[in-house]
């Protein structure tokens, strides 16, 4: 039997994907498909040991996976989001909207009473 969604079934949310830095990490990320840590410090402007410490979180989850190579001499680090992650984030985003979508039906009911 499934439970009922409820507005107050943000407590369900994600908590990996739910933390406000990670949740910009994982929707840049997806939106570029793969990009290098210096890229992902400078787009969402965070400090070396803040990404550091967030991605951590998402690869020892599974969401991201790490590539780490040496592109002339020095060493770059490149992230992907991984299938585990995109199926994670694309149902934090779906419960999201269902979220909002009963909130929308909750304000309309009150908004417009019965009619008599």
């Not at 680090?77 to 909750?106: C, H, N, P």
């Amino acid at each position: 039997m499934a439970t009922k969604l409820k507005i107050s079934s943000f407590q369900d949310l994600n908590p990996v994907i739910h933390e406000k830095t990670r949740l910009a990490i994982m929707t840049y990320l997806i939106s570029t498909r793969q990009a290098s840590f210096s890229e992902v410090k400078s787009e969402l402007e965070l400090t070396d040991g803040n990404l550091n410490l967030h991605m951590k979180v998402l690869e020892k989850n599974g969401y991201t996976r790490v590539q780490k190579a040496f592109v002339r001499r020095r060493p770059r680090t490149t992230y992907q989001v991984s299938d585990k992650g995109l199926r994670a984030f694309q149902e934090y985003v779906l419960l999201l909207e269902r979220m909002l979508d009963i909130g929308k039906r909750g304000r309309s009911a009150v908004a417009r009473p019965a009619k008599p």
